[in-house]
């Protein structure tokens, strides 16, 4: 099993601690893939400051090919985090180098190599996913809690697996998911925090709920979430038992600090 990551990473900087975390959506799923057995590898850009060679050694650390990340003149994004009853709060974001992320034509082709491609919408690579399905990849998308966003509407014919955040099971998000699953997605999942998870697949809907867990930080805890559930359609599993899978993998996240 092969999986690439594509675009955004950032440190996440604990404001209270002032202690820092490598992350990003596509660099923690590709970590905790490889966690759970996947071979994986991260496209990304880095700046030439500190927090970009520890970004690469931790990556590296975990066992994710980092031979396509690359160093660029400039500060390696950067995320303040604030913890509110053990929950996560984003405050200011740099995004440094990433503004300016490109693919080269090497870099899509070294994509070519690998099963599925996963990437997120801060990772300025959206536009490359036509490519990725012309060169037959399976593709997977986070559109996080952006329902809004008009990449909601141009890039499911591209997405099979596209994941959304959302808080509760209801009309709402049960519309959002048919009417992605029609625009041409597989399958269209939505994270609903303590409310757990629910998918469809043009025929029905399914849910799961969470398990019995300490939450130390949620920071992460949607990324594991995707990871678990890419990783078991790649192993064949049932919509169900993906679902199940991905909670499993959220609940390990959720009980330490920073993404991983």
Same mark, same amino acid.
């Given at each position: 099993m092969r999986i690439v990551t594509v675009g955004d990473n950032c440190m996440d900087v604990y404001q209270a601690s002032g202690k820092a975390y490598p992350g990003g959506n596509p660099v923690n799923v590709a970590v905790y893939l490889t966690e759970l057995g996947a071979e994986a590898a991260y496209i990304g850009w880095v700046g030439t400051d500190i927090y970009g060679d520890i970004m690469i050694q931790a990556i590296q650390d975990?066992?994710?090919?980092?031979?396509?990340?690359?160093?660029?003149?400039?500060?390696?994004?950067?995320?303040?985090?604030?913890m509110v009853d053990n929950d996560r709060k984003f405050g200011d974001y740099d995004e440094g180098v990433m503004a300016h992320f490109s693919l080269t034509p090497e870099e899509i082709n070294f994509a070519g190599n690998y099963q599925l491609v996963h990437s997120g919408?801060?990772?300025?690579?959206?536009?490359? *996913?036509?490519?990725?399905?012309?060169?037959?990849?399976?593709t997977s998308f986070d559109f996080s809690d952006q329902l809004n966003d008009d990449l909601v509407q141009t890039l499911p014919p591209h997405v099979d697996y596209p *994941?959304?955040?959302?808080?509760?099971?209801?009309?709402?998000?049960?519309?959002?998911l048919t009417e992605v699953k029609q625009r041409g997605a597989q399958i269209a999942v939505a994270t609903l925090g303590e409310n757990g998870s629910l998918a469809y697949d043009g025929e029905r809907f399914y849910t799961y709920g969470v398990g019995e867990v300490d939450v130390v930080d949620t920071m992460g805890a949607g990324d594991s979430f995707i990871a678990g559930f890419i990783y078991g359609r790649l192993k064949g599993?049932?919509?169900?038992?993906?679902?199940?899978?991905?909670?499993?993998?959220?609940?390990?996240?959720?009980?330490?600090?920073?993404?991983?």
């Open positions: 975990k066992g994710v090919d980092t031979s396509r990340v690359s160093k660029k003149t400039g500060k390696t994004a950067v995320t303040q985090v604030e919408i801060w990772g300025h690579a959206d536009k490359y *996913f036509p490519e990725f399905k012309q060169k037959g990849l399976i *994941f959304f955040s959302y808080t509760q099971d209801d009309d709402y998000i049960r519309g959002l599993l049932s919509i169900e038992a993906c679902l199940e899978l991905g909670a499993a993998t959220a609940a390990k996240t959720i009980g330490y600090f920073g993404a991983w």
